[in-house]
């Protein structure tokens, strides 16, 4: 019985409760809510007019692409600025997710331990990465839906796996498994090409993907 409850508690200092403090910081962030995207005036002649800054002297970004259709590179290039601002938000805290996704690249799968780890070193800077990455897609007119659509496609053309840690650590708070599968899926030919322009940047921000951000 001694063992049992040293194991237990073990497991709630070292597992579960890095899980919950994580969740409550990534959770208190709030849902990103962008701008609402208005297609830009034609006229009536088929001509893209390009809309004018307002009062404040800053002009309303053309609206991105809608979720559900192809890649563009505009999509890769409003992603990448929302990128920056989520890496300069997550500040130090973003060095634990950069080992794992170096171990990733050298064939090392994560374990629970190592999950917890990192979930317990981002948890103080998760909130704001949140925040900024909700800021960023309304300044960009990415909806939220469309961004998860590029970030798939750009984790794809980088071989960045199917790994979610906040939904590892949604897993964890339900006393469940999280799935830890380093399994990367293929990306189109479409994909790497529109990437391949931004790689080297966007494989410095990489292991953002790791987080769902």
């Keep these: 019985m001694l063992v049992l409850a040293v194991l237990g508690a073990l497991a709630w200092f070292l597992v579960i409760q890095p899980a919950r403090t994580f969740l409550e910081s990534w959770q208190g962030a709030g849902t990103a809510v962008t701008a609402p995207q208005t297609p830009p005036a034609s006229g009536g002649t088929g001509i893209d007019v390009p809309t004018l800054p307002g009062p404040g002297g800053t002009a309303t970004p053309p609206a991105a692409a809608p979720a559900g259709t192809p890649l563009t590179a505009r999509d890769v290039q409003r992603f990448l600025a929302v990128r920056r601002e989520v890496r300069a938000a997550l500040g130090g805290s973003f060095e634990p997710l950069q080992q794992v996704w170096t171990d990733l690249q050298q064939g090392q799968s994560p374990n629970i331990l190592t999950l917890a780890q990192v979930l317990g070193r981002v948890s103080g800077s998760v909130g704001a990465a949140r925040t900024a990455q909700a800021q960023a897609l309304a300044r960009e007119g990415l909806s939220a839906e469309r961004y998860a659509e590029v970030r798939g496609a750009v984790n794809r053309a980088l071989g960045v796996p199917d790994i979610d840690f906040a939904q590892a650590a949604e897993a964890l708070r339900a006393g469940r498994l999280p799935d830890l599968s380093?399994?990367?899926?293929?990306?189109?030919?479409?994909?790497?090409?529109?990437?391949?322009?931004?790689?080297?940047?966007?494989?410095?921000?990489?292991?953002?993907g790791l987080l769902g951000l």
């Design 182 to 208: 380093t399994t990367v899926r293929a990306a189109t030919p479409q994909e790497r090409d529109l990437v391949a322009p931004y790689r080297a940047e966007l494989t410095q921000t990489a292991a953002l």
